[in-house]
């Protein structure tokens, strides 16, 4: 794995991470109105690394494969070297 790919992959962890916590904390603080805010720029900030991400490397998940073709087995499998 590249510097590169290992920081856009790092952004799309940090992010998923924070948006696991923010929702299981809005699970029990429902109307708590800062971490809704929260949770829709940390959302947004998710998508965005996923989106940065997949530009260059291809789909993270076998859901987020797009077009007529059939690229999820472009990238390495996990005992390749890939994630």
Not at 8 to 24: M, S, W
Not at 44 to 52: H, V
Request: with cysteine.
């Amino acid at each position: 794995m590249t510097m590169c790919e290992n920081a856009l992959l790092q952004k799309v962890y940090e992010t998923g991470f924070a948006l696991d916590e923010v929702t299981l904390y809005l699970d029990t603080h429902p109307s708590d109105n800062q971490a809704i805010e929260y949770y829709q720029y940390v959302k947004r900030m998710n998508q965005e690394a996923m989106a940065a991400y997949e530009k260059v490397y291809g789909p993270l998940m076998i859901n987020q494969v797009i077009g007529n073709g059939w690229n999820w087995v472009n990238n390495p499998w996990p005992w390749e070297g890939g994630m």
